[in-house]
């Protein structure tokens, strides 16, 4: 049986006091809560900060992204180990907003999964499509394209260990979110090109997010559907009582 997992990603908010502010809250909101594995990742300068907060409790810390090299004269980048330092114990790679704004591609993701598990971060591998490629009906070769990029070579012991993230790009930050039968369909694709790639096995122990628009009022609907694992969550994540309340969804 696959556990829910409920991400919080941040992105490029809050404050030293709003980071501590939140995760208190949290805590004392999820503290009975025991039905899903949680993460929150919030932004690079507060997560030695967000780490110590965090001990002792169940909420795990996870960072937005990551170089693919442990260290050397890459000015701006943060190495996996120094997330590992941080006591990061999960990484975002490849989300849709790195993708457009930075122009990532599959195969940087693929290094930065492949060094991530090398040093011991698991990866949340973010796929989707956009909004034309959804009306032409590209989809599923969208999807697919990502994915083969990604993981490529993975061996199938190692893929076990990472959590892919289906957002459709249309629905992130746009309070349009795909209806939990759109969303079911292109998990069961993905559960489907697992299925066809490393086998049964692995299909059914990878856990699947969605994530696009995720909120308290959707979440019991989406997260019931078969193949949606749980949820990566971006503007509900920064109200601990809308995140607290999409956790206890899965209940």
């Not at 919080?8 to 980071?19: L, P, Q, R």
């Not at 971060?121 to 070769?141: A, Q």
């Not at 893929?159 to 249309?170: G, H, L």
């Not at 979440?219 to 019931?224: I, V």
């Amino acid at each position: 049986m696959r556990i829910p997992f409920i991400a919080g990603n941040w992105k490029m908010y809050t404050t030293a006091s709003e980071t501590e502010s939140l995760i208190v809250s949290l805590k004392t909101l999820l503290a009975d809560s025991d039905t899903a594995d949680v993460l929150v990742c919030p932004p690079f300068p507060y997560l030695m900060l967000a780490s110590k907060l965090l001990g002792g409790s169940r909420i795990g810390l996870g960072a937005q992204n990551m170089f693919w090299e442990g260290e050397g004269a890459f000015t701006g980048e943060v190495s996996p180990l120094m997330l590992k330092d941080a006591g990061c114990t999960h990484v975002i790679l490849g989300h849709s907003e790195r993708r457009q704004h930075f122009s990532e591609t599959d195969s940087w993701i693929h290094k930065k999964i492949k060094k991530a598990m090398d040093v011991g971060l698991k990866p949340i591998v973010c796929v989707g499509e956009t909004l034309s490629e959804r009306e032409s009906r590209r989809t599923e070769r969208a999807v697919e394209t990502q994915l083969k990029g990604c993981f490529a070579d993975m061996t199938h012991d190692r893929i076990t260990a990472v959590t892919i993230a289906y957002e459709p790009v249309w629905a992130i930050g746009t309070g349009v979110t795909a209806t939990p039968e759109q969303a079911q369909e292109m998990h069961l694709f993905i559960r489907r090109w697992l299925y066809k790639t490393f086998g049964n096995d692995v299909a059914n122990l990878v856990r699947l997010q969605y994530g696009g628009s995720v909120k308290p009022d959707n979440a019991k609907a989406l997260l019931s559907q078969p193949d949606i694992d749980g949820a990566l969550v971006g503007g509900a994540s920064l109200k601990a009582d809308s995140f607290a309340a999409i956790v206890k969804a899965v209940a």
